[in-house]
């Protein structure tokens, strides 16, 4: 996004307003909560592009993803 508005790669920080853990995900985030992190993957964008609206998929690339296992958690309703 930076370069496309002409500015230098940054931070990126996120913010959840309404953030809430049902009943049945107790479980399942303890056991996430287990799982020891990996390093970060590096997301790299085409930098010839300076359109927002003129990127493909193929512009977009990811190094470095390594993923745990899926922990199941259903649907609350």
């Known amino acids: 996004m930076a370069q496309v508005c002409g500015l230098k790669p940054g931070e990126l920080v996120h913010c959840c307003g309404d953030t809430h853990v049902y009943a049945n995900h107790v479980e399942p985030l303890r056991k996430q909560l287990l799982v020891e992190p990996r390093p970060f993957p590096t997301l790299r964008i085409n930098p010839a592009k300076m359109d927002i609206d003129a990127f ?22």
């Open 56 to 77: 493909e998929f193929s512009d977009f690339d990811i190094d470095g993803y390594d993923p745990h296992p899926k922990i199941e958690m259903k649907m609350a309703v």
